[in-house]
């Protein structure tokens, strides 16, 4: 039995980390289906550990993607990415145990029943926090090159053209913009 | 917004990625906490005016050798702690060892001492201020290194704010030598340490709130 895990643990670790160093390298087709993998990835490992809080998994799961894209700088080909993934994903899942017990230790009880019915292996939850409402937060210079690019699908060219930004500048607002949605998301966990 | 859509974004941000970037930003950070801990030690204390003097001596360089081996293993332990899932390993052990052999030299050299040198060796003339300087010189090198450290990504943050205060300490200390009259290695073990505890105490304290991701 372990060892049909390991084996399939080390496959998925080859794979996984042959796609993200290639998009490391910039290759973005090859970055999209490493994140798309992973996501699946982090979907039922997240899944496994917040039984009690089915409705976070999404919103938990696209933090954890962002903050993998955020800190990508950090990750040494040496090392194994089970391991930096893990890391990563273990330190926002304790970051979320932690605001629930303060926020709950305030007002807000967590309904034991609430499981009860929850089949979390089948149930396909959208996110509850909507990332295009934080995206609104942010100053024009990062919003316009991110809404013109992602939700209109423009090339960098196309959207450099319709904002008046210069190509760096809009690639630069994109990278930026990234960094700052992580902090928008940090900041309503403190709240 | 859909994960689907988020991955589609996330893979439109295509600014390269440096390969091993931390040693660049540390290294930087380094460079400028030794020139920011010099250039205060020179506007408040100046250097020692027998320096061409005590250069000959081996216990002149050994207040170096000390802070300089402390801030190769508290570089090592930053540089891991800021990266998710990179294990301390044998650094963990490393890092009290030039505590210990420091507290040895001093052993013997106050066992070897008569009572009157062993007071000049272990209080000296400056033991009350020397941590109060160390702490202060050791500044510039804690903020720049707790900046690079929050643009890496540590996940122990305690233990990463102490990695980033023993560094910036260890540069303090070897900065305060210049300067510092003393010669004996207990006083370095004492006096020294406890300075250099100064950044590192505070760095545990703050980190968890300041290095949040």
């Known amino acids: 039995m372990n060892e049909v895990k390991n084996k399939a643990l080390s496959d998925s670790e080859t794979r996984l980390r042959d796609l993200f160093i290639r998009g490391l390298a910039g290759d973005a087709a090859v970055y999209q289906v490493f994140l798309q993998e992973l996501s699946t990835h982090l979907r039922s490992f997240l899944r496994r550990r917040l039984s009690r809080l089915p409705d976070d998994v999404e919103d938990l799961v696209q933090e954890i993607l962002l903050a993998i894209h955020n800190q990508r700088h950090t990750y040494d080909a040496d090392q194994p990415l089970t391991a930096w993934v893990h890391a990563i994903a273990r330190y926002k899942l304790v970051d979320l ?10 007002n807000d009880p967590l309904d034991d029943r609430q499981d009860l019915f929850t089949d979390a292996e089948t149930e396909v939850a959208d996110a509850r926090r909507d990332l295009a409402v934080l995206l ?38 994109v990278h930026r913009g990234l960094k700052a949605l992580a902090v928008l998301i940090r900041s309503k966990h403190e709240n | 917004m859909k994960t689907d859509d988020l991955i589609l974004l996330l893979a439109s941000d295509t600014v390269a990625v440096e390969p091993r970037v931390w040693r660049r930003r540390y290294a930087l950070a380094l460079g400028a906490g030794v020139i920011g801990a010099v250039l205060l030690m020179l506007a408040m204390l100046g250097v020692r005016p027998d320096i061409a003097v005590v250069m000959q001596i081996p216990a002149f360089w050994m207040k170096f050798a000390f802070p300089g081996a402390l801030a190769t293993v508290a570089l090592l332990a930053a540089s891991r702690l800021s990266r998710p899932g990179v294990p301390l390993g044998a650094v963990a052990w490393a890092i009290p060892v030039p505590v210990l052999v420091i507290w040895l030299l001093g052993v013997i050299e106050l066992s070897g001492a008569t009572p009157e040198q062993r007071d000049m060796l272990f209080w000296g003339t400056t033991w009350a201020t020397c941590p109060v300087y160390v702490a202060l010189l050791s500044v510039p090198a804690f903020i720049v290194l707790l900046w690079v450290m929050k643009t890496l990504a540590p996940t122990r943050l305690a233990l990463a704010g102490a990695a980033a205060g023993l560094l910036a300490g260890a540069v303090g200390a070897a900065a305060y030598a210049l300067y510092c009259p003393e010669s004996g290695a207990s006083f370095l073990g004492v006096w020294y340490v406890l300075g250099m505890m100064i950044p590192t105490v505070l760095g545990a304290i703050i980190g968890p709130r300041l290095l949040r991701w």
Do not use: C, W, Y
């Not at chain 1, 145990?97 to 305030?106: D, H, I, K, N, P």
């Open chain 1, 97 to 106: 145990f932690r605001s629930r017990s303060r926020r709950e230790a305030l």
């Open chain 1, 136 to 173: 609104e937060q942010l100053p024009d210079n990062q919003r316009l090159p991110i809404v013109h690019m992602r939700l209109e699908g423009l090339s960098v060219i196309e959207t450099a053209r319709a904002t008046g930004l210069s190509e760096s500048a809009v690639k630069v607002g």
